[in-house]
């Protein structure tokens, strides 16, 4: 199986800060990364699709980049709504996907 | 509007079953492979099963593989998962998504895969 890591676990950012989230693969996965938003109580919501292809209606402050291994989601300017917790997860084992262990960005 | 609506979460026993469903509306459904997705309570998201758009294909985790089984009725624009022998740590949120795809730029018959559209989820609780 391949294993999905992500770090930080937690950070706290200021609004208007720029935040980049960090997800590795345990194998290359070429550009087979989804980047996923959830807040609580809710369900995960699709951001970036193929590591860097925004989902329609996605704010362009987020951004998705890398290939192989190690992959990045980038907040340019986060915002009160960007408070959440963000996976990543692998599809280039579809369809036995598994996700990143989340990270969680609160309010500092 | 696109939308997924899970039901038939609850409280079982261990050993017990139950049957989630998830309808389906605003978009064909019959053209869609569908998952399972769930949350236990505070950790993260771990994908439980996938069934292809005609049914003919379906993948289980190794967590749930030979109590779980995943089924769809293209005609009533529905996706179920019948939960036996329920243990404690299946005690979760169930979510239903949808997968959709894209053709890889260059590679014509490999497929990003993502999904996009996701229920509310349905709470499943195993205790005594």
């Known amino acids: 199986d391949i294993q999905m890591t992500q770090s930080p676990s937690s950070l706290s950012a200021s609004v208007g800060d720029r935040v980049t989230i960090t997800c590795r693969a345990s194998?290359?996965?070429?550009?087979?990364l989804n980047w996923y938003q959830q807040k609580p109580g809710k369900a995960p919501k699709l951001l970036i699709y193929a590591a860097s292809s925004l989902q329609s209606g996605v704010p362009s402050r987020f951004s998705g980049s890398g290939s192989g291994t190690d992959f990045t989601l980038t907040i340019s300017s986060l915002q009160p709504e960007d408070f959440a917790t963000y996976y990543c997860?692998?599809?280039?084992?579809?369809?036995?996907?598994?996700f990143g262990p989340g990270t969680k960005v609160d309010i500092k | 509007e696109v939308q997924l609506v899970e039901s038939g979460g609850g409280l079982v026993q261990p050993g017990g079953s139950l049957r989630l469903s998830c309808a389906a509306s605003g978009f064909t459904f019959s053209s869609y492979e569908m998952n399972w997705v769930r949350q236990a309570p505070g950790k993260g998201l771990e994908w439980v099963s996938y069934i292809s758009s005609s049914g003919s294909t379906i993948y289980y985790a190794d967590s749930v593989k030979g109590r779980f089984t995943i089924s769809r009725d293209n005609a009533k624009n529905s996706l179920y998962l019948q939960m036996n022998s329920l243990r404690a740590e299946d005690t979760a949120v169930y979510y239903c998504?949808?997968?959709?795809?894209?053709?890889?730029?260059?590679?014509?018959?490999?497929?990003?895969?993502?999904?996009?559209?996701w229920g509310k989820g349905t709470t499943v609780t195993v205790s005594s």
């Open positions: 997860q692998q599809s280039y084992s579809t369809p036995r996907i598994t």
């Open positions: 194998q290359s996965i070429s550009s087979y």
């Open positions: 998504a949808r997968d959709d795809i894209v053709v890889v730029p260059a590679a014509q018959d490999y497929y990003y895969y993502y999904m996009d559209v």
